[in-house]
T-cell receptor, first 112, second 115 residues
Framework: AQSVTQPDIHITVSEGASLELRCNYSYGATPYLFWYVQSPGQGLQLLLKYFSGDTLVQGIKGFEAEFKRSQSSFNLRKPSVHWSDAAEYFC??????????FGKGTSLLVTP | DGGITQSPKYLFRKEGQNVTLSCEQNLNHDAMYWYRQDPGQGLRLIYYSQIVNDFQKGDIAEGYSVSREKKESFPLTVTSAQKNPTAFYLCASLPSRRDLNTEAFFGQGTRLTVV
């Protein structure tokens, strides 16, 4: 069955530290891959997406993600976290013709 | 500016009542989606529509109904058959269901509380 897994429910990092959020998927074919961010009580904002080509994708707000086909992973990274990055992060996976399938999310807490 | 508007932002209803959540988009998108979000559960697909007058069930359609009479509107009705309706509901749209090579736009959500 197709699935998206975000292994970390909560992550706490200090402001200025680096960040990596994990995402693994199980699909028969290589899907489209997305990372979204959600502030409390708000909708979702797209951070970045991958369809093909360069496996390192740059997004907004200083985020990047790397697609690793051999590991079926699409991990999100940021070199230096800011307090305003505290939010819920969702990995989403899709195939053409089908709705996006979301992971359960990772809640990021940033400490001073 | 183009976007998706969900209304109301907060909705309270008594148990056993049907309630309709509004989703309107002025992006000229063909595909529209309803997701339900619960803490720790991510987003689960309720219904989606690819064109006017056509829609399909998602993973958790029981207790919900939709209509797509106009391209820009995709209202969701939470019926009394939905056993646990209290949740955050998100509406999204894409130019077409096959057009994932673009950004899915999301509304700001409606938080439904059934008392």
């Amino acid at each position: 069955a197709q699935s998206v897994t975000q292994p970390d429910i909560h992550i706490t990092v200090s402001e200025g530290a680096s960040l990596e959020l994990r995402c693994n998927y199980s699909y028969g074919a290589t899907p489209y891959l997305f990372w979204y961010v959600q502030s409390p009580g708000q909708g979702l904002q797209l951070l970045l997406k991958y369809f093909s080509g360069d496996t390192l994708v740059q997004g907004i707000k200083g985020f990047e993600a790397e697609f690793k086909r051999s590991q079926s992973s699409f991990n999100l990274r940021k070199p230096s976290v800011h307090w305003s990055d505290a939010a819920e992060y969702f990995c989403a996976v899709g195939l053409s013709g089908y709705a996006l399938n979301f992971g359960k999310g990772t809640s990021l807490l940033v400490t001073p | 500016d183009g976007g998706i508007t969900q209304s109301p932002k907060y909705l309270f209803r008594k148990e056993g009542q049907n309630v309709t959540l509004s989703c309107e988009q002025n992006l000229n998108h063909d595909a529209m989606y309803w997701y339900r979000q619960d803490p720790g559960q991510g987003l689960r697909l309720i219904y989606y529509s690819q064109i006017v007058n056509d829609f399909q069930k998602g993973d958790i359609a029981e207790g919900y109904s939709v209509s797509r009479e106009k391209k820009e509107s995709f209202p969701l009705t939470v019926t009394s058959a939905q056993k646990n309706p209290t949740a955050f509901y998100l509406c999204a749209s894409l130019p077409s269901r096959r057009d994932l090579n673009t950004e899915a736009f999301f509304g700001q959500g409606t938080r439904l509380t059934v008392v």
